[in-house]
């Protein structure tokens, strides 16, 4: 994987918001249109805001490393470097509709891709095996990066993850043994602590929604 290459290219684009503070000023634009059910713990949610998106950003490297390492021990490698991969290549090689974008609001876009690719791929796990493939509550975290992308664009990269996740993985990919014996894995006490100290990330940093 690439994850040194990653968190140097996010380093240049936290160098970039230092010297142009160009995703703080987008984020006070769009903070009296955010949806009321989004909710913040601090008093001032431009902060909370912005650490947030410089949170979920960072947090792409990390999760693609442990995801390797869990995936290797389990005896999954062939079956989720892939997918890993593919979010490595949101970073370096953006969709084309991303094109002209640059620095942290570029890397928003991009790491929301890499979570909802994760985010997706959970989902087919659960289908399959009543379990997730990594147990990484991003839901609502996503949903408040949907936000903040805006719901037209957004929308329009969850069907890049969509069309990624289709060319990836099919029916066929569940039937294999590795994968198989990877489901007696998922409830171990080895897996359960690998995946610790993945809390839910908008929980931990104070933003929610309000769904009541």
Known sequence: MKTAALREQIERAHAHEEATGQLRLQLERQLPALHPSITFE???PKDALVAFVSAYIEQVPDLIDAAATVAREAGIESQ???????????????PHIMHGHEGLDCLLDEAYLAHRLVEE???LYIRHFSQPLIPLDTTVANLIAHQLIGESFANQLDEVVHHSVDNLLDEDSFT???VQAYKSTLTSPETGAAWKRWPCLSRQLGIGLDVA
């Open 42 to 44: 601090s008093s001032e």
């Open 80 to 94: 989720i470097k892939p997918v890993l991969q593919i979010a490595e290549d949101y970073f370096f090689t953006p």
């Open 121 to 123: 791929v959970n989902d």
């Open 176 to 178: 294999l043994e590795s």
